[in-house]
């Protein structure tokens, strides 16, 4: 059995749509109806019509166009073109042919007529211009797209002039806050510790708990403040390479680690070897492995395990960080070195963070010509390895 002739009409009045569906639909046709230009090549793309009629008014991509987009289409070569439109100005029709249309017809729509008009295009009837009025419609033509193409390159450099402008406003803003906040931040914590300490005087076991509650949120917060404000100062300043013993950076933060994993009940191990000094930003280089591990820590649940280890080599030194966590979908490998993007999965909810951890990551290891490395999926723990190749002293 013959599939009925598919016709892809692109008319955004929705009197016209449903007009011209009823006619045509009556005869047997399927019409496919696309409101603007884009949808309609988009429509084109996938549904290989017999037969396209355009209205050259559509808003945006107009039908002119619109019609020259379809005429660059492979399989829309030999497929009829038909205006059809209520533009009964002198030279539209001519317009209409020169820009790739096979047919003109004019609004308001003949319902008795138009079906066979149809058909006939189907068949092959075609219209065409005497060759010499075609060559002056064509350069005509061409010469009012560069004009269209040049007002939009226009548009465009200054909506990115504002862009750029809203964007710095945004980092002036961005850095000002996270220092605004930080500062009270600190006090609030430095008290919080000496309660937890003790060192202000006896607390009861349920002041205990609530000052050991409120010390670990605040140090979320102050995570979260940290990167923010870390992620708008790397993108605007020069890394200062120094020669440094990598043990030394690391072995605070391990410690700093071991307690939050006592405090979450997690199994932290650090796996270390003997290393030479490398050049590294050392503050760049902290804020890597803590990142690392702060993500580790923060998708694994109570019981599981993350462990860091270092290895040194003759050209790199090996940063790696595993943990027993909830895992990544091999589809999100990439998105989330994105800043602030954020997994969008069930098993990530209820994980609170800025998405700005992994791009400052990738970003230091890059900046020091290095490479990350993600093995994970859902279900089995994350491992990121990170290779820093060494730099002669001085370069």
């Not at 200054?158 to 964007?167: E, F, G």
């Not at 607390?203 to 940290?226: F, K, T």
């Not at 990598?246 to 680690?257: E, S, T, W, Y």
């Given at each position: ?118 058909a006939e295009f189907i068949d092959g009837r075609r ?141 932290f191990e650090a796996v270390l070897t003997e290393t ?120």
């Open positions: 059995m013959n599939q009925p002739a598919q016709i892809l009409y692109i008319e955004d009045n929705p009197d016209n749509q449903r007009l011209v569906q009823r006619v045509l639909s009556a005869r047997g046709y399927q019409v496919v109806i696309a409101e603007d230009g884009p949808n309609g090549l988009a429509l084109a793309r996938t549904s290989h019509p017999a037969l396209v009629l355009v209205d050259l008014g559509i808003p945006g991509l107009d039908g002119y166009e619109t019609t020259t987009r379809l005429r660059s289409l492979p399989h829309m070569h030999g497929v009829p073109i038909i205006a059809l439109t209520a533009d009964a100005s002198p030279g539209s029709r001519e317009r209409a042919l020169v820009a790739g249309c096979d047919g003109y017809l004019s609004k308001p729509i003949d319902a008795r007529a138009l079906p066979a008009q149809i219209e065409r211009l005497p060759e010499t009025m075609e060559t002056e419609l064509l350069r005509s033509y061409n010469q009012k797209l560069v004009e269209r193409l040049e007002a939009r390159v226009r548009e465009l450099t200054i909506a990115n002039a504002q862009l750029q402008d809203l964007d710095r406003l945004k980092d002036q803003f961005l850095a000002t806050l996270s220092h605004e906040l930080r500062t009270p931040l600190t006090s609030l914590l430095g008290y919080l510790e000496l309660f937890d300490r003790g060192m202000l005087g006896p607390l009861n076991p349920q002041q205990e708990e609530a000052v050991r509650v409120m010390r670990r949120s605040g140090e979320i917060l102050a995570r979260q403040l940290n990167n923010l404000l870390y992620f708008q100062e790397i993108r605007s300043r020069s890394l200062n390479f120094v020669a440094l013993q990598p043990l030394d950076v690391l072995r605070p933060l391990i410690a700093m680690f071991r307690e939050r994993a006592a405090q979450a009940q997690l199994q030479q000094p490398i050049e590294v930003d050392r503050s760049a280089f902290e804020h890597l492995v803590r990142n690392l591990l702060d993500n580790a820590f923060q998708y694994t649940k109570p019981g599981g395990k993350v462990r860091l280890m270092v290895r040194d080599e003759p050209t790199r030194l090996i940063v790696r960080v595993e943990d027993t966590g909830i895992g990544i979908a091999p589809a999100e490998h990439e998105k989330i070195f994105l800043p602030f993007y954020q997994v969008d999965h069930s098993l990530a909810r209820g994980y609170p963070g800025s998405g700005l951890g992994l791009a400052i990551v990738r970003h230091i290891v890059e900046a020091h010509g290095g490479q990350i490395a993600l093995r994970s999926a859902p279900g089995e723990g994350s491992a990121f390895t990170v290779a820093i190749p060494r730099r002669s002293v001085g370069a």
